[in-house]
């Protein structure tokens, strides 16, 4: 065999393992809509499917009220390497997050992991259990933790500090030109009552069914076969 034909089988092997990675990536994403994520919202960059941006609403807890953004990082080799890596990028003063780095602790939860049995949405469901339990083994915030078993009031007035200053921060100017990175506009009624309307307006009877497009022709199952119209 040649060494140019060893060559393009390399190429080969290399763009299929490049896209069957992206394909990988791409199915954990749609996994996310058959799981219960409450107030987490996450999506891939437009231009590095291994980092996905990412916001959590907190709606109970000591935390009630925070927005808290967060990046989460996937390893080179993906599926098959170490755990993703998760940041916050809104200052979160908690026991399981590094202060000054922002970078949650995942080592209790996932000592490494196993492609077979871990899924991002196990992480994300993770992010969101920390905020409504703060008994942390090994914490990351030895003073956030300490502070929480021994001086509630003052571990209560830190967190609400961040909280407002998650809320402050909300509308910032996105510190990246992605054209997926998560923005927030303020509510213009202009501009959103009409969409607000819509989603609070109850249904009409069968409304919703039978509608969108198909290719497939009426009585068949062969795909695309519907003729197209001008």
């Known amino acids: 065999m040649s060494d140019e034909t060893n060559s393009n089988n390399k190429e080969i092997r290399e763009l299929y393992s490049m ?18 994520l409450q107030g987490v919202y996450v999506i891939p960059s437009y231009e590095n499917s291994f ?8 709606r109970a807890g000591y935390y009630e009220g925070g927005i808290f953004r967060f990046t989460l990082t996937l390893p080179d080799k993906f599926p098959d390497d170490d755990v993703p890596a998760i940041t916050f990028v809104s200052n979160l ?3 399981a997050v590094e202060p000054n780095t922002g970078v949650l602790h995942l080592n209790e939860v996932f000592p490494q992991w196993d492609r077979k049995r871990n899924h991002i949405w196990q992480l994300l469901k993770y992010i969101h259990w920390i905020f409504h339990n703060l008994n942390i083994k090994a914490p990351a915030n030895v003073e ?3 502070s929480y078993k021994t001086n509630r009031k003052s571990f209560i007035d830190k967190v609400k500090e961040c909280v407002a200053s998650s809320i402050d921060h909300i509308y910032d100017d996105p510190p990246t030109d992605d054209k997926h990175y998560i923005t927030f ?6 501009v959103h009552d009409t969409a607000k309307n819509v989603m609070l307006r109850p249904p009409k009877p069968n409304e919703g069914l039978g509608q969108g497009i198909s290719w497939v022709q009426a009585g068949s199952y062969q795909p695309f076969s519907k003729e197209e119209t001008a």
């Open 93 to 95: 003063y908690h026991p």
């Open 185 to 190: 506009k303020p509510y213009d009624p202009e």
């Open 19 to 36: 896209f069957h990675q992206e394909y990988i990536i791409m199915a954990e994403y749609r996994m996310l809509q058959t799981e219960n």
């Open 51 to 58: 980092l996905w941006y990412g916001v959590i609403f907190i």
């Open 144 to 146: 956030a933790s300490v």
